[in-house]
């Protein structure tokens, strides 16, 4: 299976297995190991997208995450858009086709599975090069916990791309060795295809996991398809190495145009040959190397074109014995070509100044500008950067005393430099926490002749400037959002000064990459425009995600029925045999009303509060939020939070209260009833329990932590069965026996403990309908029971379930306010008509004061009064704004207030609506006006209660 | 109209099955209608004390359960523990600390169904649990003994670790999230099925 652009005995690719896969609709092969790009680049397609903006052909300019280009779009499998073919793993029977800057999604659902783990340690090392792995094997014989998280599906790093030595042999032998002894060693944990995408307070970083991307059709099910970590650690070494950065000259953008370094990966990582005849530009070292291991595996370099006047000696000489000519002091200025480049037009370059072009015939342009140090995770732990002038590079200077950098992301590019960096960082790393170990010596590696420094260029003079160049020669700076140096340009002369600025001006680094190849250049042609120095204008600042991670990855398995908690009460089940259909409340589901066969919700509702008021009905009240207050000072706790008296309450009776804020404004509302001398039991709205238990909490810890009250959450304890109706006396008395049902024996707002059922319960007369009404109590254990022997005994008397809905109506035509729907933390008790639940006598609780400002006591304050439409069948929607006239005026219309809640009623026999009307006590009577779908429906204001007003239904 | 023994119905009672269903290294069971009190008291004071004569142990400190007898008091807060014992044992005890309590200023409150307790046990244990729970449950961080009322996935739990190799946890969960973090642990075993 060779092709002409495979290298012999060269790649870490399966070359005895084909992989079949299709690019723009043509099939090819490629072989396990590869990525898309090399698979691509073994196949001689090097055109593999278009750009975004002038739709220009765009090659593989790199051969990892810092791929500007080569975007691609899954087809099959599975639909994904928007991936790096230089970092898609092959897989057979992918089907891929380049993408122009943007995919599209899937339209189908996405059936893998995606999940989390938490994991902690006491190091983690991102990067597992020679820097990363010298750290972990150091850390690890210490006896530390330690994390090795690798972007790449094996460890090696940069060492899969090169030739170099390690111990006198080749360096993976040494990443062998190296993964065998973390492998034997139970804290050690080593991630492959884990990219560390963010990083967070405390030392929690997140790394995204490919788990099964690169299987393909043949991923299991069962296993998730990507995992994020949540690893929490100690201590945190970077070495995540460095990107290569090209340099910016005319038509810089063509297929064939390659980071050199990326050449040497595809070559000594992938067995791939990116071109047959090359020209190497660079302005430093270390495109050598990659033009001396092509030159050996065939490559014929046609000319290595080195900015710098001193090139060294060494390199010139293994240069000569290859037949590659160097020219010095030169520069690349443009090329020629439309879908690969075909040529590379080489200048003189002495001071600034280009001279005479020459051309020189090429298939592949290796382009070396220096290296970036990889410091956006270090960055984002607040780590500082400072810029050396010897590499044209950030660096890392300053980070917080638990995260340091290592290799090539501190800034250290030789092999022996980064070997050390590792051992050192990872000592360093644990001293920091108080842990001690044997020292590991970093290994040997072949000794370097001396270098020459890098000549800092970031882009070539286009001899456009000097008028002689093919019209339409561009000078890319990000090539995937095809913004060039004339964008900068334009930025810093429309005054432009901060390279954010100009990056939220040109787009440049706003792409998936994150602008790995343009940032660093973008500050220094920033800086040359400006005539500043680009240490002083600095980068952009680095922000999670480091590389794009899908919604899907980050939801994990909070998705479907797990989405999010579904809280049920112990009749739940009950409910869901009996085809009650639900309504979310909070995390809460609630029964909200139990349709018959072929009912629809108006008449199941309506037939709910019928029963309820004729006979007898019930529902699930478990959710009641209900708090347990208990000490000598309960009562002096309780006259504070609430609005009206509680201390005078006698043990066996219920009082309704109102809790106001700080604001007076009405923030919750139940029943308290008192349990015992120094006991009582108080109720709140389904969605209040946790914030009431807080609020209450937060005034006895903070304010008045002298009192000698303790606070228990026993909602989940109790299931709490409101029976409701004319009948729900007689009812009561069967699964009662020992209770006297007797009006005087057993009043309203009382409360009796029992047996019910069997089951020892507490029953107490407390009515949200108005009707005669109890609710009974037990341990929610026995809810079902309970509940069903109050089926069977209510089956002589037609005992109805009802849900929510049911009860909004009912509590709607008594004008019961729910706090939250008819209140919306403006609203004080006086406004929704409970002056009398004011307490005048008590001489302070919370709230009080403001009842006394002057906004207050406004008379035109909001308040809570009924509508009924003039047409009573007109169901006025909840949230529908209030006017004084029938002709909608020309906006800005003056708005008196909104409809809260609406219902069609069965007792009133037709709709009504609670709605909150400015000075609307003083409106009772007059005929307002609701906006409906264009007209003005006339409403007349009423009195909020509207039946029985007299309150003679609720002792039966 | 009585009902001659009355059923209970535990939170997890439809979810037997399924919890039985776990893989190999993971098993999972509901410990139903635990007697389960709750314990107000100020740490070191004259009730605490009395408590702790009643109860026959010193109340355990921040992160840590102590068990006496077939009671064990769980740490829940500052002022707070909570004190689980076999089923049926609510009356007898919140009679004992209530006369033990005396005078002195400590609340007891009956909340047994407020909370159901699943007790995990296996190799698999930490494994899954990492996949919600934040908490280090490393033995050398938190060894038997520990008592953390924290999150998993999305429900809050209080998890107890009761051996050594963190293999045997009770997990304790408002009964209202019981069939939640059950649909939870179910999800989670799907990979080591």
Known sequence: MNTPFRAPGHGRVDRDTALSFTFDGTAYTGHPGDTLASALLANSVHHVADGIKYGRPRGILAAGAEEPNALVQIEAPFPEPMLTATTLELYDGLVARGLSGQGKLAAEPDTARYDTMHAHCDLLVVGAGPAGLAAALAAARTGARVVLVDELPEPGGSLLGSQELIDGAPALTWVDEVLTELADNPDVQVLSRTTAFGHYDDGLVLALEKRTDHLGAAAPAHVSRQRIWRIRSRQIVYATGAYERPVAFDNNDRPGIMLAGSARTYLNRFGVLPGSRAVVFTTNDSAYPAALELADAGVRIAAVVDVREEVPEHWRTACAERGIGIRAGHVVTGTSGIEHVTRAHVAPFDQGNLGERQGVDCDLLLVSGGWNPAVALFSQARGTLRYDAGIGAFVPADGPGNVRTAGAAGGTFTLSGCLTDGVDAARQALSAIGRTGPETA?????????????????????????????????????????????????????????????????????????????????????????????????????????????????????????????????????????????????????????????????????????????????????????????????????????????????????????????????????????????????????????????????????????????????????????????????????????????????????????????????????????????????????????????????????????????????????????????????????????????????????????????????????????????????????????????????????????????????????????ALVRSGTRRIGETLYVPLDGRAVPVTVTDPVLFDKEGARRDG | MTVETPARFSPLAEWQDRLAQSPAGFQVRELPCLTQLTLRVQPGGAAAKAVESCLGVTLPGPLRAELSGDVEVLWMGPDEWLLVAPDGRQDDLLARLRSAIGDEFATVTDVSAQRTTLALSGDLVRTVLAQGCAIDLDPRVTPAGSCLTTLLAQAPVTLVVHDGAASGVRLLVRSSFASYLAAWLVDACTEYR
């Open chain 1, 442 to 914: 970093p290994p040997a590696t072949a000794p370097l002749p001396g270098g020459a420094p890098t000549r800092v260029l970031w882009r070539v003079p286009s001899p456009q400037d000097a008028d002689d160049s093919p019209e339409g020669a561009v000078q890319f700076v990000d090539l995937q959002r095809d913004a060039t140096v004339s964008d900068v340009l334009r930025a810093t002369g429309a005054g432009l000064r901060s390279v954010e600025h100009v990056k939220r001006y040109t787009t440049i680094g706003t792409a998936h990459d994150q602008g790995r190849t343009s940032g660093v250049m973008t500050s220094g042609i920033v800086a040359e425009a400006l005539g500043v120095d680009v240490a002083d204008l600095g980068t952009t600042r680095f922000r999670p995600p480091a590389v794009p991670v899908s919604f899907a990855a980050l939801a994990g398995r909070n998705r479907g029925e797990l989405f999010d908690p579904v809280r049920v009460t112990a009749i739940h089940p009950w409910h869901v045999e009996h085809g009650a259909l639900f309504e979310n409340v909070g995390q809460w589901k609630r029964p909200w009303y139990y349709p018959r066969a072929g009912e629809t919700m108006e008449e199941a509702v309506l037939r709910e509060c019928r029963a309820a008021r004729t006979g007898v009905a019930m529902m699930d009240g478990s959710t009641l939020g209900k708090i347990n207050v208990q000490g000598p000072d309960s009562g002096v706790l309780l006259d504070r939070l609430y609005t009206n008296l509680m201390s005078t309450l006698k043990v066996g009776r219920v009082r309704y209260g109102v809790m106001c804020g700080a604001d007076g404004m009405a923030i919750d509302d139940g029943t308290v009833i008192r349990v015992a001398e120094q006991e009582f039991l108080l109720t709140t709205t389904t969605g209040n329990a946790a914030k009431v238990l807080e609020w209450m909490e937060e005034w006895l810890q903070t304010e008045w932590p002298d009192l000698r009250v303790h606070l228990t959450s026993v909602t989940e304890h109790w299931v709490t069965i409101p029976l409701v109706g004319p009948r729900s006396r007689d009812v009561l008395a069967l699964v009662a026996p020992d209770l006297d049902v007797d009006n005087d024996a057993f009043p309203f707002m009382s409360w009796q403990d029992t047996s019910v059922a069997g089951v020892a319960a507490r029953v107490c007369r407390i009515s949200f309908s108005g009707e005669l009404a109890y609710e009974i109590n037990v341990p929610a254990w026995y809810g079902i029971t309970v509940w069903e022997a109050l089926c069977a005994a209510g089956s002589g008397f037609g005992l109805t379930t009802y849900g929510t809905e049911t009860m909004h109506v009912l509590r709607a035509e008594k004008a019961y306010p729910i706090i939250g729907q008819d209140t919306d933390g403006t609203v004080t008790p006086q406004d929704l008509g409970m002056s009398w639940v004011v307490s005048k006598k008590k001489p302070d609780f919370v709230g009080k004061r403001s009842f006394s400002r002057a906004e207050n006591r406004r008379e035109d304050r909001k308040q809570l009064v009924g509508l009924l439409p003039a047409d009573e069948r007109v169901l006025l929607p909840e949230g529908a704004q209030i006017i004084a006239t029938s002709d909608i005026p020309e906006p800005p219309v003056p708005m008196l207030g909104h409809v809260t809640s609406s219902y069609r009623s069965d007792a009133l026999r037709r709709t009504f609506a609670l």
